[in-house]
């Protein structure tokens, strides 16, 4: 009896532990088919690193340092006005009396100049559309409008400093339409280098005439408009210029060069000195959406070359050699987005500035200020 009961004892047993073996291999076969799926299922890709921020905006009246994504149109319309007011002869401030007691009138130099212009106030509105053909390149066009106001006074007779008049003409029209292609050649996170390529194409008059102009014999004529009241050159012009710029945090930086080179002369037989121009910059954002910028500019342009035989008054402004010199700058700035009032792709930009060095071919009237203001949307 007690050998039964061992025997069924021993056999309970080995039935537990065989039913504990299947168990066990029933899990490791379970882990092993689990182990297998991980193996088959490929590892998810790392996430893409995050696009870098949008560089700031620079200064509105710098161009070409500013691009559109791919695919992306900017539509630009930039009001311009300006004032110039008092004559230069080199560095040195002159009077009207000085001007037209040892001046010469270049067409007679037995006489010196009768006509010394006194203020003119210039307004331009000018249509930007800015294009990216692709990530590093884009074109832009350029037309618009540009209107000129002078005030004059005309003194009496051949000689002497007895003022006889004041004339007060205006002079309107399209300005000359540029078409220009940027360039991206080098990007970092910081730097980028843009270089630009422009043509200046003569749609802008350079004939426009003062009506009932009052001249120092008294008589009352219609005249053509000195050179520096016409609102078109006449000449096919080429632009090249780079920019160079960066930012770090809030701050921002740059430099840029842009020339204006006449290809030849207009049919009136004349073409503008080659105009250089240098600016450098300095920029703070002080929150997302919102750039303030800093800017010295400076220009150097050559006199004019050859002359209109319709531009012959004995007027200071009727000699080819005195326009062009040396001019120094300070502009200060500041853009704002669109997105503080709900519109994203907007932003409005201003810029105003004064010259700080004047070195003049002249007598010269001579520049006093400058305001623009730009309203941008991205389409």
């Not at 220009?180 to 749609?203: A, K």
Request: hydrophobic share 40%; with cysteine; proline share 8%.
């Amino acid at each position: 009896m007690k050998k039964g009961r061992h025997f069924s004892h021993v056999r309970l047993c080995a039935r537990r532990s065989i039913a504990g073996a299947t168990l066990s291999l029933v899990a490791l076969g379970a882990q092993a088919s689990d182990l297998e799926k991980k193996l088959a299922t490929p590892a998810p890709a790392p996430a893409a690193p995050a696009a870098p921020p949008a560089p700031p905006p620079g200064p509105i009246g710098v161009f070409g340092v500013d691009m559109p994504a791919a695919g992306k149109l900017v539509v630009s319309i930039t009001p311009t006005i300006g004032n110039l007011s008092g004559i230069k002869m080199g560095t040195r401030t002159v009077s009207n009396e000085y001007i037209v007691s040892t001046v010469p009138f270049f067409l007679n130099p037995t006489q010196t100049v009768r006509i010394v212009p006194q203020n003119i106030a210039f307004r331009t509105q000018i249509l930007g559309l800015s294009y990216g053909v692709t990530r590093d390149f884009n074109v832009v066009l350029n037309a618009g409008m540009a209107e000129k106001s002078l005030d004059t006074i005309v003194f009496k007779g051949a000689s002497g400093i007895l003022p006889l008049a004041r004339n007060y003409p205006t002079t309107a029209s399209l300005s000359d339409f540029a078409l220009s292609g940027v360039y991206r050649v080098y990007q970092d996170d910081i730097n980028r280098v843009q270089i630009s390529l422009g043509f200046s194409f003569p749609t802008g008059s350079n004939t426009a005439t003062f009506n009932d102009f009052i001249l120092p014999n008294r008589t009352v004529q219609n005249i053509r408009g000195f050179y520096g009241m016409q609102l078109g050159t006449g000449t096919f012009d080429i632009m090249p210029g780079v920019v160079y710029a960066g930012y770090l945090g809030p701050w921002s930086w740059g430099a840029s060069y842009r020339g204006r080179f006449p290809l030849g002369p207009n049919p009136q037989g004349y073409l503008w000195g080659d105009l250089h121009e240098l600016s450098g910059w300095g920029g703070y954002t002080w929150i997302p959406g919102l750039t303030t910028t800093f800017r010295a500019s400076a220009s150097l342009q050559g006199p004019i070359r050859g002359w209109d035989p319709e531009i012959r008054g004995a007027a200071v402004p009727s000699n080819p050699l005195f326009y062009g010199g040396q001019r120094v700058e300070l502009f200060g700035g500041a853009t704002v987005s669109g997105r503080f009032v709900g519109y994203e792709n907007w932003s409005l930009g201003v810029e105003a500035g004064l010259p700080v060095y004047q070195n003049l071919n002249g007598p010269q009237i001579m520049k006093n200020w400058q305001a623009s203001m730009q309203l941008k949307v991205k389409i």
